[in-house]
């Protein structure tokens, strides 16, 4: 079966640095993204992996390891505007999926001041 | 950001109502994407449509009734639906390349609440 995990809640403080899980297994592997989705909210994309190794882009970075089926995203100088929920999701392959996203329940992120 | 909307943004119905859900999507994209979304619960894929060719049904109820008239809107038709269907309905478009890279862009949804 698919399956993507994640870790359901998250509390950091205002500056600081924060890493947010991934781990999947899933029928086949074609690239990984996440999303942020501020309450009541569209998810809005944030990165994508396909390959081995960390994917920088401002304050947020995206780790991969396909030989481990895990990722994580790294979110540094902490803002209370990033409060919100981190959606992992993998494009899948075979088992039925046709390359669709298969999504994880989502890590709510709450930032303290 | 505007690439994707959806209409209404808010809509109660009681069970034996007939109501449409709409998207719009302003990106250029081939493929549009229907999902649900429930607490506490992963995002559900209802239904793709590529180049206006529905290529995927994920065993989603006949109450639940897709329609793509052009590559860029894209309906769902809901007829005498359960209080359990009530939930976030999210509409999402991409380029459809069906390359790893393909990103799904999401309209802001429609929070349905049904009696």
């Known amino acids: 079966g698919q399956n993507i995990d994640q870790p359901t809640e998250m509390t950091a403080t205002e500056g600081a640095i924060v890493q947010i899980n991934c781990t999947y297994q899933?029928?086949?592997?074609?690239?990984l993204f996440w999303y942020q989705q501020h309450a009541g909210e569209a998810p809005t994309f944030l990165s994508y992996?396909?390959?081995?190794g960390l994917e920088e882009k401002g304050r947020f970075s995206s780790f991969l390891s396909r030989s481990k089926g895990y990722s994580y995203l790294l979110l540094k100088e902490l803002q209370m505007k990033d409060s919100a929920s981190y959606l992992c999701?993998?494009?899948?392959?075979?088992?039925?999926?046709?390359?669709?996203?298969?999504f994880g329940k989502g890590t709510k992120l709450s930032v303290k001041p | 950001e505007t690439g994707v909307t959806q209409t209404p943004r808010h809509l109660v119905m009681g069970m034996t109502n007939k109501k449409s859900l709409k998207c719009e999507q302003h990106l250029g994209h081939n493929a549009m994407y229907w999902y649900k979304q429930s607490a506490k619960k992963p995002l559900e894929l209802m239904f793709v449509y590529n180049f206006k060719e529905q290529t995927e049904n994920n065993s989603v109820p006949s109450r639940f009734s897709p329609e793509c008239p052009n590559s860029s809107h894209l309906f769902l038709h809901l007829h005498t639906l359960q209080p359990e269907d009530s939930a976030l309905y999210l509409c999402?478009?991409?380029?459809?390349?069906?390359?790893?890279?393909?990103?799904?862009?999401f309209g802001p949804g429609t929070r349905l609440t049904v009696l």
């Open positions: 999701a993998v494009r899948a392959v075979g088992g039925g999926s046709q390359g669709n996203l298969i």
């Open positions: 899933t029928s086949g592997f074609n690239g």
């Open positions: 992996n396909v390959l081995d």
């Open positions: 999402a478009s991409s380029q459809g390349s069906g390359g790893a890279r393909d990103t799904q862009y």
